[in-house]
């Protein structure tokens, strides 16, 4: 995944993909005008590498010109045409293939048409690149195509985002796919993480554990961690600043994510109002809250069961058990009121199979991404 100006990309065709496609269309036109010296008029600036690799491959007498055209601004095309390079004037009655990065509507052929309508050429053909057979609306036919692709806005190998990527030797298409970021709450042993593994790879979302996330940076010995371990080591409580930079570096990590899910944060209004902030300074924003909801007895059953393969001693008193949940209680109760108020909390029953709970999860991420028109 690349990052050009303010979107994401992510791989299409590989440089492998698009030199396979210009061998095969340099040989067809190589048999077509194999008693001829055609002249190849290349339209720029978006054909310059697709005419560069082409005439590496065609290994035949020829000659090489250039147009230059513009219809795109941003990730559309204007539909208006602009003619900044003229056609030159030395092709009466010479055979003339065009060659063009990418057809889509059909309004830059059309311009093309109109440039040679009134020169007398022996024969003219248009050869493109990548061709949107969805989008065309010309009614002259694409000669020879390198490669059919989908209505998909493309960068790379000559084309371009407002001026970027027209240097990648690869082509990378727009990745319009909207971010989807929640926030997993549940009580211990409800299957958070269990459940977050499921739903990140179902949809392809980073999971972002604070407990993992701190024992990382601890552990390897990062700035932020020794930061937070100063404060632990005094029986402190780690200050929510500093675990807001640990998140801040985890979704900076993960720049093509198409969304987080975070797991133990936040635990604490101000730590909902900080990570609004958070995601508001990357303009993106918390899409919902699931809460996993289950019967504390339930869930003290699961838990007594799990200590005794973990061995983790707060897994194995009952009491302590009924201490955790509690605290949960008095912590969560505000946060779960704060995204209430914000009409993004969803409740979610976490009795039964873990298929049973993932279904009802998905149905919830599901109706959000209904909601974003996917």
Not at 38 to 63: Q, R, T, W
Not at 89 to 98: A, F, K, L, M, N
Not at 183 to 189: A, D, E, S, Y
Not at 228 to 255: C, H, Q, R, W
């Amino acid at each position: 995944m690349i990052k050009l100006h303010d979107k994401y990309f992510k791989p299409f065709v590989s440089a492998a993909e698009i030199d396979a496609a210009i061998q095969k269309m340099a040989a067809a036109i190589k048999a077509d005008f194999k008693d001829e010296v055609p002249i190849f008029i290349a339209v720029l600036n978006g054909a310059f590498m697709f005419a560069s690799d082409f005439m590496k491959h065609y290994d035949a007498p020829c000659e090489v010109c250039f147009v230059k055209l513009s219809s795109y601004r941003g990730l559309s095309s204007t539909g208006i045409v602009e003619t900044l390079l003229d056609v030159p004037t030395d092709v009466e009655g010479r055979s003339v293939i065009i060659l063009e990065d990418v057809i889509d509507t059909g309004t830059t052929v059309k311009e093309l048409i109109l440039m040679f309508s009134e020169i007398n050429v022996k024969r003219f053909k248009i050869a493109s690149m990548f061709y949107k057979p969805d989008t065309y609306r010309g009614e002259y036919n694409i000669d020879y195509v390198g490669m059919e692709i989908p209505d998909r806005f493309i960068v790379g190998y000559g084309l371009d985002y407002n001026e970027l990527g027209r240097n990648l030797p690869e082509v990378y298409q727009l990745n319009d796919k909207p971010m989807i970021n929640l926030v997993l709450f549940g009580k211990p042993g409800a299957g958070k993480g269990t459940q977050a593994n499921f739903l990140k790879e179902k949809y392809d979302l980073k999971h972002i554990s604070t407990g993992d996330v701190f024992r990382y940076n601890i552990k390897n010995g990062t700035e932020l961690g020794t930061l937070a371990k100063s404060y632990i080591d005094k029986g402190e409580l780690v200050p929510d600043a500093v675990t807001i930079d640990m998140l801040n570096a985890e979704v900076e990590k993960n720049p093509e994510a198409n969304g987080f899910i975070f797991d133990g944060f936040p635990r604490t209004k101000a730590q909902a109002e900080a990570l609004d902030q958070l995601m508001k300074s990357k303009q993106m924003k918390i899409n919902a809250t699931i809460a996993l909801e289950a019967n504390d007895e339930v869930l003290i059953e699961r838990l007594l069961e799990r200590g005794k393969v973990s061995g983790r001693s707060d897994d194995q008193d009952e009491q302590k058990i009924r201490n955790r949940f509690q605290e949960y209680n008095e912590k969560t109760a505000p946060v779960m009121e704060y995204y209430q108020e914000q009409e993004k909390l969803h409740k979610v029953n976490g009795i039964g199979s873990i298929e049973e709970i993932t279904e009802r999860l998905s149905a919830v991420i599901d109706s959000l991404y209904k909601k974003a028109g996917v």
